[in-house]
């Protein structure tokens, strides 16, 4: 049985102390209302709010994610954070590969599977974003976009170091759009990436390694969405800036 995940992205929203509120405003809902059973909880702040998001958690059930880390353990990369400085502060997952790191920040997938090796090394849990854009969706080549990506962005990656890594489907033209994926063409991609990872490191890896969907979440659709076989959880975007909305979704993953 995969538990399932549910990871709030805040991208570049909420200054220090509306993410000190936010955080606690779900901190306080999980306490009253969360069930063990129900899906593991990831908040991904701005990297401004890392450092007081994980100390606000500590002892709950939820968990701080960062929304990118630089391959390098340290040196001169200005603006950027390493791994090991986000386990020094507590912070236990990253997204990465993030369509909009793709599309602003030119990241490649080649980066990616740097980036995966060192957040790994880490014990830090690579949330590894794929997907493909609309127009590659309309010409049929999304199953081979996604392969590619998982091919370079695992390149490299361990069997062993697959049991850190969550891979996340976020098709580009879902993403901030309110068109969701219907649930079949989701579960249709997701089993797709399953063989994938069977192909590159066998069953049992591919049995346990949770495949999230993201783009255009809510309440409304999540729980259709999670009760397709290959889809274990989600990345949550902008309803995951509401503590009540991401809540409902977690509710949704049992
Ligand atoms: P959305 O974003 O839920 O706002 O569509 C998802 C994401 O980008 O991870």
Redesign the pocket.
Known sequence: MRRKLVAG?W?MHKNLTESQALITEIRGIVRDEFRKSQAEIVVCPTALALASAAKLVEGTDVQIGAQNIHEAIEGAFTGEWSAQMLSSISVTHAIIG???RRQYFNETSKQCSLKIKSAVSEGITSLYCVGETLEERESEKHFEVIEDQLNEGLEGITADEMSNVVIAY?PVW????GKTASSDQAQEVHAFIRAQVEKKYGKAISDTIRILY????KPGNAGELFSQADIDGG?????SLKARDFFEIIQAAV
């Open positions: 992205n991208k993030h369509s909009e976020e879902a993403i901030g759009t993201g783009g255009s979440v990345l949550i975007g902008g309803a």
